[in-house]
């Protein structure tokens, strides 16, 4: 950068922490903190004293694969800028796309708002950073893409090269969705020789890619974090990123894309107010305003309704006043719908970007009342293409956005055809495996000669590309953005089984205004949702589940509770990934737990059950509603309690007797055929002293399908969608039953962010927490187990001190896996009642003491690398005070294994088995994929 002279902070490159300290004390506060080679800001931050970048580097350091971190001067508060530019090896380069964050340097670009195209910078600055850009990746000699981020100074039009990815990023497939450009399509045609004056542009078919894309439209980016989740964690935003998703929106102005990409998010919102932030005072308001955290847009708007000046909140947060303007219009619109509810008025606030409820909202009206007003007055929205060239040339490819009182460029054809619902925004319990499912669904569709059209909000997802299906509608997925999506196609149907619980809970308002749903009929969802239909269906199939019941109050609960017995796994109904399930072990807990149920599922009732401790089995099966074919039958490390995403599942099951599992097999078909499944199902058992119990049964697609389809090469999504379409499992080649087990093991492992998400307890229970997963596959069930945990990134050390602190329910089992570990060559440690009884089997073992006896020295010893590993049991409750808590939070801030189950330990042991005894024969198989049953060595 200094070469060709573009300005960069002042900087230095560190691997320890005394470097850190003397680069502070020349240059001052505040600094951030950047860990080479990781992702997402992990590990880095902003470090204002010598304390706090003491913490910062040396938890950097360790995220580091080379344990190196820049530390450098912050510009935080400037503008966030960020460019994506495309180089070909003859130094021809385009400018795809700029972005603007709305939120200012400091926060992670993930966590931040952004718009495309920026809307703050005047012509000399985009023209100063474009130019910028295009001298950066020619000086690096990039071919492909890059993406620049810039600090723009507010004042002035002085500005810092804050970052260059010389790769494709999060940004990138941003804006390949918001300019319709396919960046990854034509970087990977130029890695191999192509330059962009010889791609063709897939979207016009008549342009090159070395035309740079306009854009006649507003773009909104808007992250999706999982503090609904996690109600304790830090919901600050920072340099480390804590989304675990984003979605985009599309309008001809800011306030349209603004309010769309919210109602997208599926928090429960479908507008800028929120009641508790309504609730406050405006003093209490206005301190709010200097929170940087996932609430701030919101409370600017509650500023602003409070008669807050601009200016002010500019001074507080550092946003830019036009940012605010458009924000104020979004306000100043609520209250002319609260004074005045017309069809002029109604024509302005949709073009403005307000849904039906919203207006609802404001105006004092039903949703119902303002459809019809929008009917009576003919306004209904019009739908835009994405063309990336601003109308200039035709466009081949159907990918549009909604609008109000703009020409439509929509023309429907007459050929049958089908809607497939996507997912939505990536978030802990929905992620792409729904996504692949979708994807799936429509490869099968158009084998079939039906048109598909997808409606989905996700860029980064593959259902989202433009030449996915026939017809892309980036849309959110309410009832009301479907629905005149509906209208305007006029399918046949819609398929809803791969999308997610977002797209089955579209599945009953669809069906009530006379949309025909493909596959398992409304009804027939609702019974495996509702619980007491549920209860019925199992006692006509005579099949058992774990004592329970459905309540709606805190009074009912108890009295279930005490009838069943604690502990009791209580959930709400309709909801997915496990969303605010707990095991609760008292009535004090669950009293508790009542209060705070309702939030996650108001208008469905509270399920409790009796807590059956066993070993959990998870089944995928597609039906035809008389033949029930199951390609596969997985089985947890972790028994029941811990949330199915967030445990290790192993193919095929490695404990269970053949009576069992042909329990398991009849138990499928009968669940299949009562809930007339057309399509798939997904069920969840726990087997206890060889009996099989029936914990949970979707009549969707589920995060396992993905794994499953791979593991025994059989396309379930494509064979699911030809029987949800009308054809039978044996006219497609399959019969009932269970498919022949395949001769190896694969096993699935969750992949956690705990190291994002400050105050954030790593334990695992009924509430899933996990972000991904990773497969590992071999012959061996430990070998596959160990690629598995390597994986997903479990750093497990090969030798080295591990410390104990366990349950008293776990300590017998805690003594058989320390006196493994001890056997392997591990030193032991543990707190003093663990380590009384480890001593009592006479295992040697160190005592420490606990953190409220001696403070703090487990922590020091954790910072300092002297343990290596943790195994940690729950004892009582999740309290932040608590020395476990504490423990398990310094295990993730310096990325040393935490195990928080007996199963996972047992599983990691497994792992250490492998490695201490060198078995590393990998062996890859061929048999299933070419003739004569080869295999390679």
Not at 229 to 255: P, W
Not at 475 to 482: F, G
Not at 797 to 812: Q, R, S, Y
């Amino acid at each position: 950068m200094e070469e060709i002279g573009q300005p960069v902070p002042e900087s230095v490159i560190v691997e320890n922490i005394e470097d850190a300290l003397k680069f502070a004390q020349e240059i001052g506060y505040p600094l951030i903190v950047r860990p080479a080679y990781t992702l997402g800001g992990t590990g880095g931050g902003i470090a204002n004293c010598d304390e706090e970048l003491r913490d910062i580097t040396n938890r950097g350091l360790k995220y580091s694969i080379i344990g190196q971190a820049l530390i450098e001067r912050s510009v935080a508060g400037w503008k966030e800028i960020e460019y994506e530019i495309v180089r070909d090896a003859n130094n021809n380069c385009v400018s795809v796309c700029n972005m603007e964050n709305i939120d200012p340097v400091g926060v992670h670009t993930g966590d931040s708002i952004v718009v495309a195209p920026s809307q703050t910078l005047s012509d000399f600055e985009c023209q100063m950073m474009r130019s910028a850009s295009l001298t950066i990746i020619r000086r690096l000699g990039i071919e492909g893409g890059c993406n620049i981020q810039y600090a723009l100074d507010p004042k002035s039009s002085k500005y810092y090269v804050i970052e260059v990815n010389p790769r494709v990023s999060r940004s990138s497939a941003l804006a390949s969705k918001a300019t319709g450009y396919p960046i990854a399509k034509v970087v990977t045609k130029i890695a191999i020789g192509y330059t962009l004056d010889e791609i063709t542009n897939a979207v016009t078919g008549q342009t090159k890619a070395c035309f740079e894309p306009s854009l006649d439209y507003v773009v909104v980016k808007f992250p999706r974090w999982p503090f609904d989740k996690f109600r304790f964690a830090d919901r600050v935003l920072g340099t480390q990123m804590k989304a675990t998703g984003e979605i985009m929106s599309l309008d001809r102005n800011l306030e349209g894309a603004l309010l769309k990409a919210i109602r997208s998010l599926e928090i429960g919102l479908n507008h800028l107010y929120v009641s508790d932030i309504a609730n406050l005072t405006t003093e209490a308001v206005r301190e709010k305003l200097t929170a940087v955290d996932d609430e701030r847009l919101f409370v600017i708007a509650e500023a602003l309704r409070r008669g807050i000046e601009i200016n002010e909140i500019h001074h507080i947060t550092a946003i830019d006043n036009f940012f605010l303007e458009k924000l104020k219009n979004i306000v100043n619109m609520e209250k002319r719908l609260a004074a005045n509810f017309n069809s002029e008025v109604l024509l302005a606030a949709k073009k403005l970007g307000f849904s039906d409820k919203a207006v609802a909202q404001f105006a004092g009206k039903t949703v119902y009342e303002v459809r019809d007003e929008r009917k009576k007055s003919a306004i209904m929205p019009s739908y835009k293409m994405v063309d990336t060239c601003a109308a200039e040339f035709a466009a081949q490819t159907p990918y549009y956005y909604s609008t109000y009182a703009q020409e439509d460029e929509v023309e429907p054809t007459s050929k049958r055809k089908i809607v497939v619902l996507g997912s939505g925004p990536i978030r802990i319990g929905q992620g792409i495996e729904f996504d692949y499912c979708s994807v799936h669904s429509v490869w099968a569709l158009r084998e079939m000669g039906i048109e598909t059209v997808i409606i989905n909000n996700n860029p980064e997802t593959v259902s989202t590309d433009f030449d996915t299906s026939d017809r892309l509608y980036f849309e959110p997925l309410t009832t009301e953005d479907v629905l005149n999506i509906i209208d305007k196609e006029k399918p046949e149907g819609v398929i809803v089984q791969f999308g997610g619980q977002t797209a089955i809970n579209l599945a009953q308002p669809l069906a009530r205004a006379g949309i025909k749903i493909f596959g398992t009929g409304v009804e027939d969802i609702d019974r495996a949702e509702d619980r007491e239909k549920f209860e019925e269906l199992l006692e006509n199939l005579n099949i058992p589940r774990p004592k329970g019941t459905a309540v709606t109050s805190s009074q009912s609960a108890v009295e279930a509770a005490e009838k069943i017995g604690y502990p009791v796994v209580v959930r709400p109904s309709y909801v997915l990934g496990g969303r605010a399930m707990e095991i609760v072990y008292n009535q004090a807990e669950l009293a508790d737990y009542m209060t705070r149920a309702v939030e996650a599922s108001p208008e469905h009732p509270v399920l409790v059950d009796h807590y059956t401790q066993g070993t959990e089995i998870e089944v995928d099966a597609i039906s035809d509603g008389e033949e029930v074919f199951i390609p596969g039958i997985m089985e947890h490390v972790e028994r029941a309690g811990v949330h199915s995403g967030d445990s290790i599942a192993v193919y095929p099951p490695q404990t269970l007797s053949k009576a069992v599992i042909d329990n398991i097999v009849d138990y499928t078909a009968k669940l299949a055929r009562g809930l007339k499944i057309k399509g798939v199902i997904n069920i969840q058992y726990v087997v206890a002293e060889e009996k099989v119990y029936v914990l949970e049964v979707n009549p969707r697609s589920s995060r396992t399908i993905p794994f499953l389809s791979k593991i025994t090469n059989v396309p379930m999504v494509n064979i699911a969608t030809r029987v949800a379409m009308g054809s039978s499992l044996k006219s497609l080649g399959y019969s009932g039953g269970l498919l022949e087990t395949k001769p190896y093991t694969a096993v699935k492992v969750p992949v956690f962010s705990f190291a994002k998400m400050q105050q954030v307890d790593i334990t695992l229970g009924p509430e899933m927490k996990s972000t991904g997963e990773v497969m590992g596959i071999d012959y061996q069930y430990s070998r596959a187990l160990y690629k598995g945990i390597i994986g997903a990134g479990m750093n497990v050390p090969e030798k080295g001190t591990v410390l104990f602190t366990v349950a008293d329910k776990d300590k017998p089992e805690a003594g058989d896996i320390a006196r493994k570990f001890a056997q392997i060559g591990y030193e032991i440690i543990a707190t003093s009642g663990t380590a009384d009884y480890l001593r009592s089997l006479g295992l040697q073992v160190s005592t420490v003491p606990k953190l409220h006896e001696q403070q703090p020295q487990i922590i020091e010893m954790i910072k300092a690398g002297k343990i290596n590993m943790v195994v940690n049991t729950i004892t009582k409750g999740r309290d932040a005070a608590s020395d476990g808590f504490k423990i398990r939070r310094a295990t993730v801030e310096h990325s040393i294994v935490c195990l928080t189950s007996i199963d996972t330990a047992w599983a990691v042991l497994d792992v250490l088995d492998i490695i201490h005894q060198g078995k590393f024969l990998y062996v890859l198989a061929l048999q299933d994929y070419v003739g004569g049953g080869e295999t390679c060595v």
